[in-house]
């Protein structure tokens, strides 16, 4: 950054860490400041369709010229470093470089950042955020976070700046004191969602979630979120406060056009529908927090049909208690393979799978269609395990013309 002179300090930001909810909620701020007439940038991770997406503009995703030209301005500076003790840089540290470099030319009024994996020593840590986000605390990557909601909730609360205020969705009493601890130390003001702000689920729609949101008992809504599932209330919420935030700094926003803006969120592979006929749905649940919040809407949304399942997971995730909370709701599980290096094969998935009976394929394409033989006309087909796996289904599902 000092080579390319600091090019993360001359665009305003805010930083979304959290184990999930990261990218729905930036979803839900961007269309939030979308339809308010402002310049959103956005950097995310990982891409769902094309590696472009990582980087985007008002929902565009970069294009390949500006790609190659930041790639172009960034390759000798990476080859530079590999020479010195520092060492090579990591794809996703280039990547946030490009990023920078691109919104520092393109100015947005607002450049959205998530942040890879943890917070205090991930990439995307360099801003100099005007809002902080933590979404929530959940056991993932604990090999590298720590094993515990405290040691966890630490590298997040390490996105926390000095005199920068946050708001969190965190919900364990010991992650909450980590978080409001930091801010105490960082002179930063920490709103808590059930506390400082709160929301109401109402009901659900056929196309997302009813729900009340309430700050100083002024209440807002009701509201329409365009993602589907209980938890997407509270990631909606979470927007809001900081859209809040920002009206109170004297950002000019109209809280009349809050609700089109909410019920205009889309954000691929949660609880997405690919195909009506039959109807199929993807997501990216990928550890035990995202496959309680699926299990929970779809308990919620269709405890009343038969709904079969297609699994892939990465090794190091907690399987085979994702496959026991699945089991709960599906009438038949399918497990499958991609290509990815730490993919787990069919065969072993199949092995550690606590649900029977279960059928196996290696590849994902045969599974698909050998699940929808079996399917009746009623039927859900879920497919979930890996959001790299849902990248390589939803082109799989593009290709057929079906998406």
């Given at each position: 950054?000092?080579?390319?002179?600091?090019?993360?300090?001359?665009?305003?930001?805010?930083?979304?860490?959290?184990?999930?909810?990261?990218?729905?909620?930036?979803?839900?701020i961007?269309?939030?400041?979308?339809?308010?007439?402002?310049?959103?940038?956005?950097?995310?991770?990982?891409?769902?369709?094309?590696?472009?997406?990582?980087?985007?503009?008002n929902?565009?995703?970069?294009?390949?010229?500006?790609?190659?030209?930041?790639?172009?301005?960034?390759?000798?500076?990476?080859?530079?470093?590999?020479?010195?003790?520092?060492?090579?840089?990591?794809?996703?540290?280039?990547?946030?470089?490009?990023?920078?470099?691109?919104?520092?030319?393109?100015?947005?009024?607002f450049?959205?950042?998530?942040?890879?994996?943890?917070?205090?020593?991930?990439?995307?840590?360099?801003?100099?955020?005007?809002?902080?986000?933590?979404?929530?605390?959940?056991?993932?990557?604990?090999?590298?976070?720590?094993?515990?909601?405290?040691?966890?909730?630490?590298?997040?609360?390490?996105?926390?700046?000095?005199?920068?205020?946050?708001?969190?969705?965190?919900?364990q009493?010991?992650?909450i004191?980590?978080?409001?601890?930091k801010?105490?130390?960082?002179?930063?003001?920490?709103?808590?969602?059930?506390?400082?702000?709160?929301?109401?689920?109402?009901?659900?729609s056929?196309?997302?979630e009813?729900?009340?949101?309430?700050?100083?008992?002024?209440?807002?809504?009701?509201?329409?979120?365009?993602?589907?599932?209980n938890h997407?209330?509270?990631?909606?919420?979470?927007?809001?406060?900081?859209?809040?935030?920002l009206?109170?700094?004297?950002?000019?926003?109209?809280?009349?056009?809050?609700?089109?803006?909410?019920?205009?969120?889309?954000?691929?592979?949660?609880?997405?529908?690919?195909?009506?006929?039959?109807?199929?749905?993807?997501?990216?649940?990928?550890?035990?927090e995202?496959?309680?919040?699926l299990?929970?809407?779809?308990?919620?949304?269709?405890?009343?049909?038969?709904?079969?399942?297609?699994?892939?997971?990465?090794?190091?995730?907690?399987?085979?208690?994702?496959?026991?909370?699945?089991?709960e709701?599906?009438?038949?599980?399918?497990?499958?393979?991609?290509?990815?290096?730490?993919?787990?094969?069919?065969?072993?998935?199949?092995?550690?799978?606590?649900?029977?009976?279960?059928?196996?394929?290696?590849?994902?394409?045969?599974?698909?269609?050998?699940?929808?033989?079996?399917?009746?006309?009623?039927?859900?087909?879920?497919?979930?395990?890996?959001?790299?796996?849902?990248s390589?289904?939803?082109?799989?599902?593009?290709?057929?013309?079906?998406?």
């Amino acid at each position: 950054m000092e080579r390319l002179n600091h090019p993360e300090k001359t665009f305003r930001s805010i930083h979304i860490a959290g184990t999930n909810g990261k990218g729905s909620t930036l979803s839900f701020i961007r269309s939030l400041l979308q339809h308010q007439g402002f310049k959103v940038g956005t950097f995310t991770s990982p891409y769902i369709v094309r590696f472009n997406e990582r980087i985007s503009l008002n929902g565009e995703p970069i294009s390949d010229e500006d790609l190659i030209e930041l790639v172009n301005a960034i390759r000798p500076l990476a080859e530079e470093l590999g020479t010195t003790p520092l060492g090579e840089p990591t794809e996703f540290e280039v990547i946030t470089a490009m990023s920078m470099l691109y919104f520092s030319k393109q100015q947005p009024d607002f450049a959205l950042y998530e942040a890879g994996l943890g917070g205090r020593y991930d990439s995307t840590n360099i801003i100099e955020p005007i809002l902080a986000i933590i979404t929530n605390i959940g056991k993932d990557h604990m090999s590298i976070l720590g094993n515990t909601y405290e040691l966890i909730a630490e590298e997040k609360a390490g996105i926390i700046k000095y005199g920068t205020p946050t708001i969190c969705g965190a919900k364990q009493k010991e992650a909450i004191e980590v978080i409001e601890q930091k801010g105490l130390e960082m002179k930063a003001d920490v709103s808590l969602l059930g506390r400082d702000f709160k929301v109401e689920h109402l009901e659900s729609s056929d196309t997302g979630e009813v729900f009340i949101y309430t700050k100083d008992q002024k209440r807002m809504g009701p509201f329409t979120s365009g993602l589907k599932g209980n938890h997407q209330v509270e990631n909606a919420a979470l927007a809001i406060e900081a859209i809040e935030y920002l009206r109170e700094e004297g950002f000019d926003l109209d809280p009349a056009l809050y609700d089109l803006a909410l019920e205009g969120t889309s954000w691929p592979a949660r609880f997405e529908t690919l195909q009506q006929s039959p109807l199929t749905i993807v997501d990216g649940a990928h550890n035990e927090e995202g496959t309680e919040a699926l299990v929970e809407t779809l308990k919620q949304r269709y405890s009343h049909k038969k709904i079969h399942l297609i699994y892939a997971a990465l090794a190091d995730k907690p399987v085979e208690r994702m496959l026991e909370l699945l089991g709960e709701v599906v009438t038949s599980v399918t497990v499958t393979t991609f290509p990815f290096p730490r993919a787990l094969r069919a065969e072993q998935l199949k092995v550690m799978s606590p649900v029977t009976p279960i059928n196996s394929f290696e590849s994902y394409k045969e599974a698909i269609e050998e699940v929808q033989r079996s399917m009746g006309e009623d039927d859900v087909l879920l497919i979930t395990g890996s959001l790299y796996f849902i990248s390589d289904i939803r082109k799989y599902f593009e290709n057929n013309e079906n998406l």
